[in-house]
């Protein structure tokens, strides 16, 4: 068992009555924390790992013996990192949250999303041109990999039922980190993460890092075959293996040992495979803070690239929006320095009629721009299917409104 932690257990009788706009829920395993009401918030920069991790130890050591703190930290180094600290948390086991779905779904409002409006902040186009350009650089430059993403937003005709949104994550994804962040009264950021960046507790670290991927496939025998491209492709072998050497030289420091397998394995979620790699460490000091390695991991090259500041620098230039909490990172601490960390993917910042949706792909100098297109596409279908939408639905609707600017 990874995390064992005294929270207080639910009542089987009630349900959770999860409120988007003010809880937070991080799923992991076959545990889920779910928290209710919000103490207090606080920010605080992420360019200095010392002023992050005093200024999350002093707002916990303020608080009753078992608080944790609830954050996400955004790409970009420049900008400030949100804390939630919960009236109240619950520690839920799967059965539990099954039946709380159950009962949730039941008495929820089904209503089908109607989608009016389809906006790409960066386009097929753009993205394609943006993969040639990165070519381009790995050739003049010491650049060799980049992680390039598009953003969409979409407007629906009633209001987003978000829990409905975050029951759909819960039942269509039985791996993976779902989690569920209200970043403020307006805006909730929501999704089921593939990717631990980092969980410790006490000595103990562990690292998933995934990069490579592939659609998954309607036949078995489809699946079979990606399966086995995935894991034979030079490309993919290439782009997995820069994420797992910088993730290995910021955490060798931190420990006495780690153990990194000499080959990636296959990982699924309901729509993708990915290469990963699973690193576990013990750490030279137990009480070294999660945050004071999860934010020198941060950004890592599976959701940047190499060199990270070159590529960090290309990306802002080449996807002209900011990615703000997009491809950050999301988890939870205790008051010794314990916790989970994700990567922010898969997922969705909701507001009221809009929801923003991410999906990036990690570009090297063998990348074809229809092919990382069309993995992002595949990205995409986690948080389209969880608001009851298929890719067709946006791909014509944008269609139609490029046909319209023309
Ligand atoms: C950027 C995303 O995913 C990242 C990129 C991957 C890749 O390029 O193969 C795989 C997993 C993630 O590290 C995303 O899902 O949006």
């Known amino acids: ?13 009630k349900t959770l009555n999860f409120q988007s706009q003010r809880d937070c829920l991080f799923m992991s395993g076959e545990q ?3 928290t209710q009401g919000v103490k207090s918030r606080f920010t605080s920069p992420i360019n200095n790992t010392q002023q992050l991790v005093e200024t999350v130890q002093q707002q916990l050591t303020k608080q009753p013996e078992g608080t944790l703190a609830f954050g996400v930290l955004p790409f970009c180094k420049t900008q400030q990192a949100h804390f939630i600290i919960p009236n109240k948390t619950t520690r839920w086991e799967r059965p539990a949250i099954s039946s709380w779905l159950k009962a949730e779904l039941s008495t929820l409002n089904k209503k089908v999303n109607h989608i009016e409006a389809v906006t790409y902040l960066q386009n097929q186009a ?7 350009a990165a070519k381009q650089l790995f050739s003049e430059t010491t650049l060799e990999k980049i992680v390039l993403s598009k953003q969409v937003d979409l407007t629906f005709k009633d209001p987003i039922n978000k829990e409905l949104v975050l029951s759909q994550l819960l039942q269509q994804s039985r791996n993976g980190y779902h989690f569920s962040f209200p970043v403020n009264d307006h805006r909730t950021l929501m999704g089921v993460s593939p990717e631990l960046l980092l969980a410790k507790h006490g000595p103990h670290v562990l690292s998933n890092p995934l990069a490579g991927s592939i ?6 025998e489809q699946e079979a075959k990606h399966k086995k491209a995935l894991f034979n492709s030079h490309k993919d072998r290439f782009e997995h293996a820069v994420v797992i050497e910088d993730m290995e030289k910021v955490l060798t420091p931190f420990c006495n040992t780690l153990d990194v397998p000499l080959e990636p394995s296959l990982l699924s979620t309901a729509t993708m495979w990915h290469l990963s790699t699973e690193l576990k460490g013990e750490l030279q000091n137990q009480h070294t803070h999660i945050l004071d390695i999860a934010n020198k991991l941060h950004p890592s090259p599976a959701l940047c690239g190499k060199p990270t500041q070159a590529a960090y620098s290309h990306i802002l230039d080449l996807e002209k929006h900011s990615r703000d909490l997009f491809s950050g990172i999301i988890g939870w601490c205790d008051q010794h320095g314990n916790g989970e960390w994700v990567v922010v993917i898969r997922c969705a910042q909701l507001e009221k009629y809009q929801a923003r949706l991410f999906a990036g792909a990690g570009i090297v100098s063998a990348s074809e721009p229809a092919l990382e297109w069309q993995e992002t596409d595949a990205k995409l279908k986690t948080m389209l299917n969880a608001l009851g939408l298929e890719l067709k639905d946006i791909q014509q609707l944008s269609n139609l409104k490029e046909k319209a600017e023309l």
């Open 1 to 13: 068992m990874y995390m064992k932690h005294a929270f207080e257990m639910p009542d089987p009788n």
């Open 32 to 34: 889920c924390i779910v």
């Open 126 to 132: 753009q993205f394609k041109s943006s993969v040639n």
């Open 215 to 220: 659609p998954r496939a309607a036949s078995a």
